[in-house]
């Protein structure tokens, strides 16, 4: 079947640090494959995304790059903010009939 | 930006009442609504699809009878879990898709945790 598996966290981080949250997906056909964060008292937004192998989503400094062969789309940034706190979901749509799934969430939390 | 509004964000109910949750996109129509179901440090499980005017389509495992979905209008889906009970305690929430518009404009509500005593 279609999941998702995403890093456990919580990760804590200084300001500056670079950050990875991994995640793999397990899916059949050619899923697009999402990254969504979650602030504090907030709903869901998108942050990046790729829809086809080899794709590399990005935004706001962060960076995803869809890789078929080890069925990953792990998550990157060279230097984290405070700003940047929050929780963060790994997410797929199989483009079949409006089917979506999430990863677990890592919660991220950067200290000055 | 659009936005999709949940409510309520928190609910607590005597077990054996139903409980309506209610997810309106303001400014879009949303022909597509999913609702999904959260446990702590645990997935979002996707539970059901609606389409405007057509009956959800549930995913496995999901009990139609125990969590009845309404999408009766192109701004306006509810939930609402029936005959509530502590088992069913979780953080639900919901999602928008607008017309003509692929994932990426894809719209969260902040989620509505149940507490079922």
Redesign the interface.
């Known amino acids: 079947g279609n999941s998702?598996t995403?890093m456990?966290g919580p990760v804590t981080l200084s300001e500056e640090a670079f950050l990875t949250i991994n995640c793999t997906y397990t899916a059949t056909g050619y899923p697009?494959l999402?990254w969504?964060v979650q602030y504090p008292?907030?709903?869901?937004?998108?942050l990046l995304?790729a829809t086809k192998a080899d794709d590399k989503g990005s935004n706001k400094g962060f960076e995803a790059t869809y890789r078929k062969e080890t069925t990953s789309f792990h998550l990157e940034k060279g230097s984290v903010q405070v700003s940047d706190s929050a929780v963060y979901?790994c997410a797929l749509?199989t483009n079949t009939?409006?089917?979506?799934?999430?990863?677990?969430?890592t919660s991220l939390t950067v200290i000055p | 930006g659009a936005v999709v509004s949940q409510h309520p964000s928190w609910v607590i109910c005597k077990s054996g009442t139903s409980v309506k949750i209610e997810c309106r996109s303001l400014d879009f129509q949303a022909t597509t609504m999913f609702w999904y179901r959260q446990f702590p440090k645990q997935s979002l499980m996707l539970m059901a699809t609606s389409n405007e005017g057509s009956k959800a389509t549930y995913e496995q495992g999901v009990e139609k009878d125990k969590f009845l979905i309404n999408h009766a209008s192109l701004t306006l889906s509810t939930l609402t879990v029936t005959s509530a009970h502590p088992e069913d305690s979780s953080f639900y929430i919901c999602s928008a898709r607008g017309v003509g518009q692929g994932t990426e404009k894809l719209f969260f509500g902040s989620g509505t945790q149940l507490s079922v005593l």
């Open positions: 998702v995403q456990e697009s999402f969504y008292g907030e709903g869901l937004q998108l995304k979901f749509d009939g409006n089917q979506f799934y999430f990863g677990t969430g």
